[in-house]
């Protein structure tokens, strides 16, 4: 049994360790890569998973699971209300919408029977939470008005779960004498008072998540041991799980309403940090064994049908969720990204058609012709993201922002900046204030208008296009800033911009050392990390606050940057040999600390009060 347990968790996570990155590397996101790998050792392939597989997805269930606890820290009060427009406007539309007319398929062309069809139409209705911010995540897309909408839909979809849940045991209309699923509290009740139950339970973690976890935590808190801190938010997390479990509804949801009980907590990014490794270890593996344990027999026997049904739905959402966009006059490019982010049946399915079947509502071979059918939606998804970023919004994006008559602009200034955020807008109103106007390039259309209202020049889409570079005026300009802030894409805007634009001098924006270093072995002699200079700022006025002159603090900082950014380029050399990387750090700042006390006698020797007229301190 152990070296059957030990067989299949190499198993697995090496299926990880090969084709996410391949998915990666492909530009297709790592939830394919899973999926796809769990198809190839699953049954029907390698056979390296068995039936092992069902197991496998109940115990990776938990990565949604713990998905739903982080969601719901993220969500509350006030951002909720905020929100409020969005999420109740876009989700409830969104909601209703598909799910009538997923009913209307089920009910009137397909013949099911009322009950089942309502249970079919809200599980159908549901998107993947997990899919949709993975990828938002991997392709920096959570600040677009698409990223948005779409988080206000899945939060509005994550709430509705509880109620769903609630009202499907009012549509049995059998006694349930045998379960195929395990046992539970409610599994002997009438169906009509377990509902009672199901809100009964609700209630009373929301009474322990306001007057019990909090005081628990201050309590674990005190002991001062960080592998105890992590074992309590395991411990919450598992509890509410377990606890949902034996009044037989979803365990997500639980911890979902935990969760937004502890968002305003002082514990919230504490527990954010320690639950965040294992959900996406957790997460990896629940797509995995979701590929592995797809039900090819019953594609291949009618294939045609399978297919058909899968983009049926997927169409249907997609048209829902237009129509929506269209309604809150989101721009055609992010509408259409907007739609097909959600158009794929998501894992709470899972969750409420094995419920819909425990009660009856549903039999045997449905419930295995829809689990396949969400399954292949899942892994359609990816796909059609990645053929409407590949080929679609490169055209569609770029016509968009250049066919409206009051936003036509030429790029024909001397300096471009890529990326319009926190960052790259400040370089850009530094340089407007001293008289240096710039083309600026931005993914977010909804920034692209503001922008343009404001005198900026603008093109929208991403700015690792040659097309968009070329549009933008990069053949005539002298400058290239970037202040993208995924290191990814701007190791790619690199790589086309030595490629195509081999004059334009590049200054990169960096996160850290690290990656400053790659910039540096592409070539880019101007990096500039985010924290560098805001540290060092720092570092001056706790100086000057000790009684230094402020004059004098600023020019060891100066030259502190001096030798940092000089050791930046030797170190470089030495990053990916770890011994003599650490040897080279500790002999630099040797160097840089001798260098800079020499330094310090000089200026300390002389009397010099620029910038600053108040006597030193002693």
Request: proline share 2%.
């Amino acid at each position: 049994m152990e070296s059957s347990f030990l067989q299949t968790a190499v198993i697995l996570l090496g299926t990880a360790l090969i084709f996410v990155p391949i998915a990666k590397k492909a530009g297709i996101g790592s939830v394919l890569g899973y999926l796809l790998g769990g198809i190839i050792i699953g049954p029907f392939i390698l056979g390296l998973i068995g039936n092992e597989g069902e197991d496998i997805m109940h115990a990776a269930e938990f990565g949604v699971v713990m998905m739903l606890f982080l969601i719901g820290l993220e969500l509350n009060p006030e951002s909720f209300w905020k929100m409020r427009k969005s999420i109740l406007g876009m989700g409830l539309s969104q909601l209703i919408g598909s799910s009538a007319l997923i009913f209307a398929l089920f009910y009137f062309i397909l013949g099911k029977a009322f009950n089942t069809s309502v249970a079919v139409s809200l599980s159908l209705a549901m998107s993947s939470t997990a899919i949709v911010l993975q990828t938002l995540k991997e392709k920096s897309l959570t600040n677009t008005h698409a990223g948005k909408s779409s988080f206000s839909v899945l939060l509005l979809q994550d709430i509705a779960v509880i109620p769903i849940l609630a009202i499907i045991p009012l549509l049995a209309t059998n006694t349930i004498t045998s379960m195929d699923s395990k046992h539970s509290i409610i599994a002997d009740l009438d169906p009509h008072f377990s509902t009672l139950i199901i809100l009964a339970v609700v209630a009373f973690i929301y009474i322990m998540g306001r007057f019990l976890i909090n005081p628990f935590l201050h309590y674990i808190a005190k002991v001062r041991m960080r592998e105890l801190f992590t074992a309590s938010a395991l411990f919450i997390v598992i509890g509410v799980a377990w606890l949902m479990e034996q009044v037989g509804i979803s365990a997500a949801l639980g911890t979902f309403m935990a969760g937004v009980l502890l968002a305003n907590s002082e514990f919230r990014h504490e527990l954010e940090s320690d639950i965040e490794p294992f959900k996406g270890v957790l997460l990896g593996l629940f797509f995995t064994a979701v590929g592995s344990t797809i039900n090819f027999d019953l594609i291949f026997a009618d294939p045609v049908a399978v297919f058909s049904f899968v983009l049926l739905i997927m169409l249907i959402k997609a048209v829902v969720l237009f129509t929506i966009g269209k309604i809150f006059n989101i721009q055609l490019d992010q509408n259409l990204l907007f739609s097909l982010l959600l158009c794929q049946v998501g894992e709470f399915a899972f969750v409420l058609l094995a419920s819909t079947r425990q009660l009856e509502i549903i039999d045997k071979e449905t419930l295995d012709f829809l689990m396949a059918a969400t399954t292949i939606s899942m892994i359609l998804s990816p796909l059609f993201l990645y053929i409407n970023e590949r080929f679609i919004d490169p055209k569609l994006g770029v016509k968009q922002a250049e066919s409206r008559p009051a936003d036509d602009v030429e790029g024909n200034e001397s300096v471009i900046i890529a990326g319009f955020g926190h960052f790259g807008s400040t370089i850009g109103r530094f340089l407007r204030a001293n008289g240096v106007s710039a083309t600026i390039l931005d993914n977010d259309s909804e920034q692209v208008d503001l922008l343009r209202k404001m005198g900026f020049k603008v093109f929208y889409g991403d700015a690792t296009r040659v097309d968009l570079l070329e549009a933008a005026g990069a053949s005539k300009a002298k400058i290239l800033i970037s202040a993208i802030d995924s290191p990814e894409r701007n190791y790619q805007l690199v790589d086309e911009v030595k490629k195509h634009f081999p004059h334009l001098q590049l200054f990169m924006r960096a996160k850290n050392r690290m990656d400053a270093y790659e910039l540096i072995e592409l070539g880019v002699n101007d990096v500039y990390r985010e924290s560098l200079h805001t540290s060092v700022s720092l570092g001056i006025d706790v100086l000057h606050a000790l009684g230094q002159r402020k004059y004098t603090a600023s020019r060891k900082a100066a030259e502190f940057i001096h030798y940092d950014e000089k050791a930046l380029n030797k170190l470089g050399k030495f990053r990916h040999e770890k011994t003599g990387y650490v040897e080279s750090v500790r002999n630099e700042i040797e160097i840089q600390e001798r260098l800079l006390a020499e330094d310090a006698k000089f200026l300390d020797q002389r009397e010099d009060v620029a910038w600053d007229s108040s006597k030193r301190r002693s």
